[in-house]
């Protein structure tokens, strides 16, 4: 073998020599790049699956804040056509002009009578002539919309017969029906 023919075939094994350890890197890196993609697909779902997760979780959490806050909403708007039907009750009932009112009051004078013998008639100023054409000794006026209470000479008892308490414990007692004609539809 002549030295060049030697050169060629260590030039040659040289090659084959290289080539093989390029062939082993090649495969060797697409493994790797495999392994790597493969765990960034994985590592990419889970965030995906764990961010749908937390969008589920949130989504719920805004709707159910959001009508929590209608419901708030809702019993404020309530509350205040509630207030405003009482305020224009007590505005009608305190009326002097209010229709009947000669007879509520002939009503509840008769209803005192019964129990009140001896008693003072502490009426409500707007109703005093009305209530002083009865049979009870009349004393200093009272705070109030209407009618009048009866106390004991030393003050130890007091009947309400007054507008007030009355149209308060009717309210008390009707306020299921007044809701259901204001708010059922």
Do not use: C
Not at 59 to 84: C, G, P, T
Not at 144 to 167: N, T
């Amino acid at each position: 073998m002549t030295l060049d023919a030697l050169a060629d075939e260590i030039d040659a094994q040289a090659k084959a020599e290289a080539k093989s350890i390029i062939d082993s890197a090649k495969i060797q890196a697409k493994e790797i790049e495999d392994k790597a993609i493969a765990e960034a697909n994985s590592l990419t779902r889970e965030m995906i699956d764990r961010t749908q997760k937390e969008k589920t979780k949130l989504s719920v959490e805004v709707v159910a804040s959001a009508k929590q806050a209608n419901q708030k909403h809702l019993l404020i708007a309530q509350r205040e056509e509630l207030d405003e039907t009482w305020n224009s009750v007590i505005e009608s009932v305190s009326s002097i002009h209010l229709e009947g009112r000669s007879d509520i009051l002939k009503s509840l004078l008769s209803e005192a009578n019964k129990s009140g013998k001896g008693m003072i008639l502490r009426p409500v100023s707007m109703d005093r002539k009305e209530l002083e054409k009865g049979n009870f000794s009349i004393g200093e006026d009272i705070d109030g919309i209407g009618g009048f209470v009866l106390e004991s000479k030393d003050g130890s008892i007091v009947h309400d017969y007054r507008f007030d308490s009355r149209l308060q414990k009717a309210w008390q007692e009707n306020l299921g029906l007044v809701n259901k004609a204001l708010f059922d539809n």
